[in-house]
């Protein structure tokens, strides 16, 4: 499943922007929530709230699922991989976590949303949802600044899993090698000693990681439609 270069460039286009945007979009959220906290005017502390809940619903949850997602995709359509390297796992582990700390909070958000558009205004209400925002928008930039060192970085490191994969690579490369007897045979390593089975699984597994995140993600698309946002 290799990429050919103008699709890898497409993709990794794709993943930039995404991945890019969501930190600029979660820097806005942090923004209006600091406006939020520090406003004295009714009204600015209600456009602050209505639009974090706008943010978060529209361009935040969208771009953090696409981020993910073309982020799996560019993992398996180059020799990245998705499990061979410690920096693309550590990506992924940081990014999915962000991802459920953003929408365990979503219903915070929402309620910050409906606080604001209360007839008179519950300033100390207000105040400590407020706060709670603020900190989780700066932690989840602090979080997710990592996966944007590490992709720039791209730091050694293979995991078990890919130094199993290289290890018969690199010995094809090094001398010409028999084919293994039949019985010498473990499943998923083939006559030329490479592991194919093992891969295929992860990427079958990979494929419907990601068809689960895209389903999550349209369903909390049609469920915010349906709630008349
Ligand atoms: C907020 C999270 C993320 C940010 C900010 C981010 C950012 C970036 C950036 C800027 C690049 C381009 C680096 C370059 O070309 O030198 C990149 C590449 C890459 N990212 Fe991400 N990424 C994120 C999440 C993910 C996730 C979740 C995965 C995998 C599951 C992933 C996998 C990759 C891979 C494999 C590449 C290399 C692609 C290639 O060389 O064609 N990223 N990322």
Redesign the pocket.
């Known amino acids: 499943m290799k990429m050919t270069p103008g699709i890898?460039k497409f993709a990794?286009t794709a993943?930039?922007s995404t991945?890019?945007g969501?930190?600029g979009s979660i820097a806005a959220f942090f923004v209006l929530a600091l406006s939020g906290l520090n406003d004295q005017e009714t009204q600015a502390i209600r456009a602050a709230y209505l639009g974090m809940g706008l943010l978060a619903k529209f361009i935040i949850v969208p771009l953090a699922f696409a981020?993910?997602a073309t982020?799996?995709i560019?993992?398996l359509g180059?020799p990245?991989g998705?499990f061979r390297h410690y920096w693309?796992v550590a990506?992924?582990v940081l990014?999915v976590f962000a991802t459920t700390i953003l929408l365990i909070k979503l219903k915070l958000i929402g309620y910050a949303a409906s606080l604001a558009s209360a007839a008179i205004l519950p300033r100390a209400e207000l105040r400590v949802v407020g706060m709670e925002l603020a900190v989780h928008a700066a932690g989840g930039l602090l979080v997710?600044l990592v996966?944007?060192v590490l992709?720039?970085y791209k730091p050694r490191g293979l995991t078990p899993f890919g130094m199993r994969q290289q290890q018969p690579q690199r010995a094809l490369s090094e001398r010409p090698r028999p084919a293994l007897p039949r019985t010498s045979r473990s499943p998923g390593v083939s006559s030329d000693g490479t592991i194919t089975f093992t891969l295929r699984r992860m990427q079958i597994v990979a494929f419907a990681a990601t068809v689960l995140v895209l389903h999550v993600f349209v369903l909390h698309v049609m469920k915010t439609g349906l709630a008349g946002h």
């Open positions: 890898r990794l993943h930039v991945s890019v969501l930190l981020s993910i982020g799996v560019q993992s180059t990245w998705l693309v990506k992924l990014t997710l996966p944007m992709s720039v």
